[in-house]
């Protein structure tokens, strides 16, 4: 497994940050210089739906974001990210369109997922009941072949994102295929994306099934270690479910921290703050936002039910169902799969409490990864497409926009606390969490004779970094 740089890794849009990738290149190397060391690249290929998630194809570059040079020219100052969508393909790419062109004599008609073969026929309720869904709609996309067979394709997610069944060699050789080629590009992490939605085993809820779900990792693995290049398996569930990515020697998520932060500054108590820390693998990648939303049931069992619960209510204002009708049974906590808005507007766009969050994420363990509203401190955007609600935290950012956000006290502050994160070696240490009362954290990172200590009362957000050697201290 390739080591990441324990440095801050930015997420964005090939587009949101200056419009396309030149663009982005351009503003992280003069106004956002030295604040990040790694990008992962939402999808920047053609795609016909999710905002790239339904990709077409993985050999070209979106014209409308640039060209692989683009991309080559990022790659040669930061290491770089992008995603596989292992689970699914795009309705429009051209082995779906084949398949439906030619049926069975198509070479991929055994790439997609036969929802009757699996289920033997229509699934009975109580299989359908145990099934892991984020939503009642069907799970199947109905199709014609030429010669009038009607067929039913597993459809996890939107109609354009057809399953593939990752146990037919000719699935299994499509990303085989492109993962040589992206890495011939420059990516050295591909994130698969929707991994634990490849397990579809009869008499299962088809969710991160074992021991199928180490099957295409291993074998991934295996190519891209030749490759120079790793993984990291997108997986939202427990944390102890996630766990096991990490002991099996991969980098995953921490997905548990975002929920638990809001939680610890909501109540000035870090008491399921500092029981998490305690047990977090380090080969994981820390975030607080990401495209997505902030996931509720990711911190079950570090945050009990009724303090979601709370969770929830104090933010409810500032999410984005707050701003256009929803069925009120989304906002009891067993349906809240995540929640959507920025994490600056969701902490009430407070200075202190914000710049908190992030201290406590830079000093948790694993390599800290910031969404580019997030690096900006964005509020919600309420302009949103309605159409998704993820779109309240997706502003695009024009190059104005950057410098004007870029100068703000907030951001500027953040920004130097991402150069610091980057450059201190205290940070290639291990965590240590001191014992103090429920309000108060004091957490220290230490390698060789460098050390970084956050001292926070979690009460008034009130905070200081100081950090030094065996001959200096300095305070943030």
């Known amino acids: 497994m390739k080591k990441l740089r324990n440095q801050v890794m930015l ?24 604040a990040v060391g790694s990008i992962h690249i939402l999808p920047f290929f053609p795609s016909s739906g999710d905002r790239g998630f339904a ?43 084949d398949y439906l062109r030619h049926g069975e004599e198509s070479p991929y008609a055994e790439m997609f997922f036969d929802y009757d073969v699996f289920f033997g026929g229509e699934p009975s309720q109580e299989e359908l009941a145990r099934l892991y869904r984020r939503s009642d709609k069907p799970l199947y996309q109905e199709i014609t072949l030429p010669d009038g067979t009607r067929k039913r394709l597993w459809c996890s997610f939107s109609a354009e994102q057809i399953d593939l069944d990752t146990n037919s060699p000719v699935a299994r050789d499509y990303i085989m295929r492109n993962l040589k080629g992206l890495g011939r590009h ?23 099934v074992e021991p199928q779900i180490w099957g295409l990792i291993e074998e991934m693995e295996s190519l891209l270690q030749k490759q120079d290049m ?40 870090g008491k399921a703050l500092k029981r998490w820390l305690a ?15 902030i996931g509720v049931y990711d911190a079950d069992g570090i945050v009990s039910e009724e303090e979601a619960e709370a969770v929830i209510r104090r933010a409810e204002p500032h999410l984005s169902y707050h701003y ?38 830079f000093f948790a363990p694993g390599i800290p990864q910031v969404y580019y509203v997030g690096m900006l401190a964005g509020k919600n955007d309420l302009d949103f497409d309605p159409a998704d609600h993820r779109n309240i935290n997706r ?50 990172r230490r390698h060789g004779d460098a050390w970084a200590r956050l001292e926070a009362d979690l009460r008034t957000c009130d905070f200081t970094i100081t950090y030094g050697n065996a001959n200096e201290t300095h305070t943030f």
């Open 324 to 361: 256009k009708p929803m069925d009120m049974s989304k906002r009891k906590y067993r349906k809240s799969y995540q929640l959507y808005g920025t994490y600056y507007s969701i902490l009430g766009e407070r200075d202190d409490a914000y710049l908190l969050a992030r201290a406590i994420q």
């Open 279 to 293: 047990i977090a693998p380090d080969n994981q990648l820390s975030v607080l936002d990401t495209h997505d939303g």
């Open 55 to 97: 990709p077409t194809t993985y050999d070209r570059v979106e014209p409308a974001f640039g060209t692989w040079a683009d991309v080559e020219a990022l790659a040669g100052d930061y290491m770089l990210m992008c995603d596989m969508m292992v689970n699914h393909i795009s309705r429009r790419s051209e082995e779906f369109q």
């Open 395 to 444: 502003h695009n950012y024009s190059r104005a926009e950057i410098e004007a956000e870029a100068q703000r006290p907030v951001v500027r502050r953040l920004l130097d606390m991402m150069r610091l994160r980057n450059t201190c070696p205290a940070f290639d240490g291990p965590l240590e969490v001191a014992e103090t009362e429920d309000s108060v954290l004091d957490l220290r």
């Open 186 to 208: 420059g990516i050295s992490v591909v994130r698969m994306d929707a991994y634990g939605y490849i397990t579809k085993v009869r008499g299962t809820n088809c969710f991160f």
């Open 230 to 269: 790793t993984l990291l398996p997108e997986v939202h569930d427990r944390y102890d479910v996630v766990r096991k990515i990490s002991d099996h020697g991969y980098y995953t998520y921490d997905f548990v921290l975002p929920l638990t932060v809001l939680h610890t500054l909501f109540t000035g108590s």
């Open 11 to 34: 997420i964005t849009y090939p587009d949101s940050l200056g419009g396309n990738l030149a663009a982005l290149k351009s503003t992280l190397n003069d106004t956002l210089q030295g």
